[in-house]
């Protein structure tokens, strides 16, 4: 039998990280720890508070009508969150089958392409002064020398 010393052990890796079990123990306790004090807040918090929404009215314990806030805020952000991804990935569908079918000059429903975008002009490009038409832009105040080359 092998020796399970604390190097050899089927969880241990190199480089000290730790195994996917280790950190569900974890994320499990942590949410049990933020658990307990959501229902301690709950308990605390007892007194009753007239809710009134869109022509309805009731009476509920502060803590609860939190807790429903705090659920129906972050269903939201979560249902925001479902409709971006989505939208990127049906984007991103379509630009691989577009890359894929057709060639580059064509788009996404047959029309021709747009342009490419033109190549920004740099702040040090073209010569003469600050009066003439191919002199560069004067840079905003505070924006000099913001990523200097070198």
Do not use: C
Request: charged letters at 20%; a positive charge; aromatic letters at 4%.
């Amino acid at each position: 039998m092998a020796d399970r010393t604390p190097t050899n052990r089927p969880g241990n890796r190199e480089g000290g990280s730790a195994s996917r079990t280790a950190m569900i123990w974890i994320f499990t306790i942590a949410a049990l720890l933020l658990l307990v004090l959501l229902i301690v807040f709950i308990l605390q918090n007892q007194d009753a508070v007239l809710v009134r929404y869109f022509g309805l009215e009731g009476q509920l314990p502060l803590g609860v009508a939190l807790l429903i806030a705090a659920v129906a805020g972050g269903l939201l952000v979560a249902a925001s969150g479902v409709a971006r991804v989505t939208a990127l990935r049906i984007k991103a569908r379509r630009e691989a089958k577009r890359r894929a079918g057709r060639p580059a000059s064509a788009g996404v429903h047959g029309e021709a392409a747009e342009a490419p975008a033109p190549e920004p002009r740099r702040l040090d490009a073209g010569a003469g002064d600050a009066g003439s038409a191919g002199a560069p832009a004067e840079p905003p105040a505070g924006r000099r020398n913001r990523f200097p080359e070198g």
